[in-house]
């Protein structure tokens, strides 16, 4: 089972969620930190990190004595990222895509494959028991996503089988890489809190994430306070509330602290045991809605 923790906007407590989470799971488990832009999951669980490598995507590099400026790679790009003028053909790797499509089409081989570094992904141990995985994106890198998906790629060809379930901290938001994150998952967890701007922002997660047919569940943070909103929203849509930590000064501190919540607090230990069997239980609802769709 793989679980994505998102969240409409930032602070809302969602790495709180997923250490927790990790930290309570009762079978083989890894926790992956796609938030690439401001990883800080590694700042609760404290892994022991055992490997590391930079990630990097394929770029076009130019040999312009080859050229003939017959403009068919420019042609192609939708990015503006291989350009044609005149006599002058310019690249900029930066706001390349990596689709290869200039290379292939190139006639005079003038295009070849070159590298753009992306960031780092690191993976390790928390606890001796939780696998780690996390990518760290590099400064001045503008697009998260691929390196997102080369943290996924190296998650499955270092784990080993039985497969373990898998926690995703997702960046916050409902832009491309909230979205990239969510996909690999069986289930979205959307973490909030009942205030304006909580409430806003989960409504526009809550409608980004819908059309992609994954059942969603919702933990409530800083329960207690501002109004009864989340709630009637999510009664209104059948979304589950699986969980709510109540806004409370102990829990501020032990956050302060960098404390997973779970470990610190026997009370919030039991509140994410239930929470993992409200989503076991919530996976499982989806799949025999399946199977009874499928009949
Ligand atoms: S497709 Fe090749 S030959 Fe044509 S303009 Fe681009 S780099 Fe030059
Ligand atoms: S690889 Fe794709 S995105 Fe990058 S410059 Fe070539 S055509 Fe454009």
Known sequence: MIVAVASGKGGTGKTTVAASLAWVWDRPVTAVDLDVEEPNLHLFLKPEISG???????????????????????????????????????????????????IAVCPEKALSAGARELGEISWGRAAGRIGFFMGRLRVGEAMSPPLMRAVIAKLEQIRKEPAPDVIIDAPPGTSCPAINAVLPSDLILLV???????????????????????????????????????????RNRQLPILAQIPFERRLAEAYSKGHV???????????????????????????????????
């Open 52 to 102: 590391c490598e930079t990630a990097t995507m394929e770029v076009p590099v130019a040999d312009e004595s080859k050229c003939t400026y017959c403009r068919a790679c420019s042609d192609l790009c939708q990015f503006k990222a291989v350009s044609v003028l005149g006599s002058v053909l310019l690249t900029f790797p930066e706001m390349c895509h990596g689709c290869g499509g200039c």
């Open 192 to 234: 909030t809190e009942p205030t304006p701007f909580g409430f806003h922002d989960f409504r526009l997660a809550h409608e980004a994430f819908a059309p992609l047919g994954k059942p969603m569940g919702v933990v409530i943070n800083r329960a207690g306070l501002g109004d009864q909103s989340v709630q009637d929203y999510c």
């Open 261 to 295: 919540l779970a470990e610190a607090l026997p009370d919030m230990h039991t509140t994410f045991t239930e929470l993992m069997a409200g989503l076991r239980g919530s996976a499982e609802d989806s799949r025999q809605r399946e199977v009874t769709a499928h009949a």
